[in-house]
Antibody, heavy 113, light 107 residues
Framework: EVQLVESGGGLVKPGGSLRLSCAAS????????MNWVRQAPGKGLEWVSS????????YYADSVKGRFTISRDNAKNSLYLQMNSLRAEDTAVYYC??????WGQGTTVTVSS | DIQLTQSPSFLSASVGDRVTITCRAS??????LAWYQQKPGKAPKLLIY???TLQSGVPSRFSGSGSGTEFTLTISSLQPEDFATYYC?????????FGPGTKVDIK
């Protein structure tokens, strides 16, 4: 079964850091670009970052550029999002997605003092 | 950055109704558009990609059309399980922006 499972969310104070992980199974992870998408409470979807299959191409939304770092380990079938200098407006459910056709269940990040 | 607008923002409809949602891009995006369905507390589900290609497993009552700057998602006969929020997303250039969403509710 094709599956993505996110982990690493939680409560963090403003200015803090968090690392999200996304474990992939059931498909050849190294063949696909991957994305992080977030959704603030009661709001719409916001694309956060994308990484190509070999990590050659990486893109970020302006709202996270310089603070978030996307990476992947194809040997471990895993995608990551390192989030630094977190702000209240980063509070959201974070989804990893395989090129849009397969999504994880999401992990919740809450930034609050 | 390419901006997407959706209309209407909210739609009240009955089971069996034909429903059309429009997505407009601030500049041409060829056919690089996807449509998603999202239910409360759930991850989005891909319905349509490349503007008009039905994702595997998605019922044929869903269809997409358009190219350039104007796109539509049509549900030919609304079913109870279709009450949800629908988003378009452009995949022409980064950032891969989403539209603000259209909530389809029960009349």
């Amino acid at each position: 079964e094709v599956q993505l499972v996110e982990s690493g969310g939680g409560l963090v104070k403003p200015g803090g850091s968090l690392r999200l992980s996304c474990a992939a199974s059931g498909f050849t992870f190294s063949s696909y670009s991957m994305n992080w998408v977030r959704q603030a409470p009661g709001k719409g979807l916001e694309w956060v970052s994308s990484i190509s299959s070999s990590s050659s191409y990486i893109y970020y939304a302006d709202s996270v550029k310089g603070r978030f770092t996307i990476s992947r380990d194809n040997a471990k079938n895993s995608l990551y999002l390192q989030m630094n200098s977190l702000r209240a407006e980063d509070t959201a459910v974070y989804y990893c997605a395989r090129e849009g056709d397969v999504w994880g269940q999401g992990t919740t990040v809450t930034v609050s003092s | 950055d390419i901006q997407l607008t959706q209309s209407p923002s909210f739609l009240s409809a009955s089971v069996g109704d034909r429903v059309t949602i429009t997505c407009r891009a601030s500049q041409g995006i060829s056919s690089y558009l996807a449509w998603y369905q999202q239910k409360p507390g759930k991850a989005p589900k891909l319905l349509i990609y490349a503007a008009s290609t039905l994702q595997s497993g998605v019922p044929s009552r869903f269809s997409g059309s358009g190219s350039g700057t104007e796109f539509t998602l049509t549900i030919s006969s609304l079913q109870p399980e279709d009450f949800a929020t629908y988003y378009c997303q452009q995949l022409n250039s980064y950032p891969f922006t989403f539209g603000p969403g259209t909530k389809v509710d029960i009349k």
